[in-house]
């Protein structure tokens, strides 16, 4: 029940949605365009798609950057819900203001700049330890997880917040051990948190271009690199082919995720009358 | 519950008796914040006790510290001859029920119940049947593989209970069990509780802000304020014979009258009032006080007779007023009633017969007359 | 009660035992991170200063060690603010600054313009619109970024959709250069972040009470008095989070301005990018780069206040 008065909000979210979704829609049209010329319509036709495939280049570019994104969400998980257990749980500790700092700072940190003091890292790294010798793959990985930890950590920060602490003594009051507490209770708790956190962390590092252009070293392209590179002299239309399969996976996981957020919504609103009904 | 007097009920008065829990001296700091100060208690075996007190009085410190989520600061907790305090919270014989109940959201009733049974590494056929039983025994057979959001309130209640029962603790710990529940399912749920814990003989500790669950549950009832005791006894003693003003004011109401102990033999003193000279009360009291000691008169409003008409002969504990105020609830209807010297006294009647023509027995600004028993009040000396 | 005699548990060192964790396992749990962060985020940081203080040389790397064994065995440390000062002196780095830092707030005002209807919008439809709506705002932020830059460089180019709209309408009969302006760089700005604007703002609207602008309306006050006195000043936190999201990256953004811009664009992220890996200026890059954080501090400090103050977590 939109507010009568609110025809000018109406306007504002038609306008809004369209200035969002139109570029997109246009992207993923072009792709299909027969033309060599990207907005000059040439008739409907797949060919861009097959040029897309026959590229060797590209495919190694995706298999990098899956492998990097899956690497970096696992770890990035893992050292976001620590990190997070450290800011929620343990009170004040020697150093926490610094952490807590360390641990939000990559959110908001330009992207520049991250990515030069990493590389610099290396660079020095190398020059005094010999490693990293050659950067790529594991540089990439590790600069990644530095600022998607961060984002995971928020996550289940939140989560741990509003979490009853007295289920985790209950464990503990039925004889369970610390670690056991945290395997049979907190994690099952924390893991939808965890999820998201690594879906997050996940897109993240298939997402950068900045901080991964700078700390990669010769041969290493991972997809956003590579399409940069292809881009930066104008229009192509096998990437448009490329952007239309990567908006549409992108686009289903999102609609998928929704959908069963939308159905536990549901099922908890029928437990909840469940619950209701037998009272007594 | 506590009308039987038979000793082997009360073992309190039994000097010979070895109390099952015992905490001596124990402090508990958070900081520069004392939340428990240097108390000591002992609790019998299969005893329901209470600990009553607002919130911030340190019993819920006290209750965490017997279950060993806290650390005494100073001194120590022994249950059943076994010093307690540096025992972590899973290796004590002492199962707690929380207040949110804290059961674990992703696990089944049978497997929130079975969860204590398996940590113990019981083989699995002992673990099944005890969780039957205790299932049985909180008639929650319907439910056993429900998760505890599709359970109403006080279906989560008795999974919690039942939870902390399976073990069979040698103490329950019951951290405000009905506060959660609805004022209808709480009464329920008081009795269930007290049936449960007399069939299986448990010592249940219950700390609650509540007086009438106090009341109602409990063998005996510790008053906290300020992290100490201030008063222990059964639910009639802290009731009827309160000795302090905190707890005559903090268990049901009372109304309270300043003086000086005019005479005082072996069975009753004499007390006038500082406010008004012409008053005097005389209140059956055994201890003997000097003269001219401050005390204080506190009489119960339920205890105060109210006549319309003016007493035939004067006597002690009389005293005459106007209504000021009615509070219709009911079964009984609560007066104030202002008194000549200005002061307002609470009086308490059953309303015995139905108002006539929707007229009560008094009206407001009506004449009456108040009169207590001597042995109705008590005097308190601080 | 007779109070007996008893010894003394040992005083417990531990503060509250009641965080089930504060044991043997605490260490560890705060360590790992910890040693993470100081390792690829905390050292970094101190060798891009230490960067920014020392001398361009022709080398690998190209820059001097700020350490230097005099001849008689001292350990010398020599600072130079050179580089500093060289971007005061030169024009077109504190110019940079200021374009970087006008483009990011306007960018920010009209993105709050837009946004905030938009948040407002979503707020007040019924539940399954809103789900509908907040799915199709955050859509875009888990596409990929780069690509819809890349979707304006089609719609903005010479040949693009929106010149070849413009002169089939008879609007125009000359393509109009929109590619490679400032123009698209705002237009760039505005599109990736509204929705980093409209989430936050949503976030914040949605536990707006309505009863208050009921109570607000019955009081005799008008719309637009309701929002400028109730809804705007309850909404502020949001507002200012959403601001702080988009203004903060838009500051330091590289890829709008150098794929939409072009070489007409001067923005500060650019510049660093160009210093660093086309003019191999070591030093300069880093120096770039401690000036942009010194410019954005304050706004980061105040977003990590406002964010923290929404999650609940004490720092």
Redesign the interface.
Known sequence: MIHKRSRWVIAMLCFGLAFLYVPIFLLILYSFNHSKLVPIWGGFSTRWYTVLFESPEVWEAVMLSLRIALINATFATLLGTLAALAMVRFGRFKGRTLFSGMISAPLVMPEVITGLSLLLLFITLADIIGWPGARGFTTITIAHITFSMAYVAVIIQSRLIGMDQSIEEAAQDLGAKPLRVLWDITLPILAPGMLAGWLLAFTLSLDDLVIASFVTGPGSNTLPILIFSRIKLGLKPDINALATLIILTVSIGVLLAAWLMWRQEKQRMQDRKMASRTDH | MSTDLNDTHRPWLDPKQEPFIKI??VTKR?GDFTAVDNV???IYKSELFCLLGGSGCGKSTLL?ML??????????IFIDGE?V??I????RP???M???Y?????MTVEKNIA??LK??GLPKKEITRRVAEMIELVELGD?RQR?P???????RQRVALA??LV?QPKVLLLDEPLAALDKR?REHTQYELMNIQDQLGVTFIVVTHDQEEAMTLSTRIAVMDQGRFIQ?GTPTEIYESPDSRFVANFIGSANIFQGHVITSTADHVVVRSAQDDTLQFTVRHSAELAQNTKVWVAVRPEKIRMLKDAPTTPGPNQLAGSVHDIGYLGRLSNYKIKLDNGKMIDVTHPNQTRPTSGRHLVDWDERVYLHWDSASAIVLTH | MKPSTVPASTPSLRQSSGRYLQTKWKGLIIAVPYLWLVLFFLIPFFIVIKISLAESIIASPPFSSLLNWTEDGALQLSLLFDNYAYLWEDELYYKTYLNSIKVAFICTLICLFIGYPMAYGIVRATPTQRNILLILVILPFWTSFLLRVYAWMGILADQGTLNNLLIWFGLIDEPIRMLYTPFAVYLGIIYSYLPFMILPLYANIEKLDMNLLEAAAALGAKPLITFLTVTLPMTLPGIIAGSLLVFIPATGEYVIPDLLGGGNSFMIGKLLYSEFNNNHDWPVAAAVAVALLILLVLPMMLYQNVQARQVGVKT
């Open positions: 001596r001296g958070f000591d208690l002992d965490r279950a060993g989520f806290e650390t005494p600061t100073a001194g120590n010093a305090a540096n972590p919270a899973y290796a002492v199962n707690m929380f207040q949110s804290a059961l674990f959201p992703h969860y204590g940590r113990d439910f998760k959001n599709q359970l109403s309130g006080g279906q939870r902390a073990k399912l222990t």
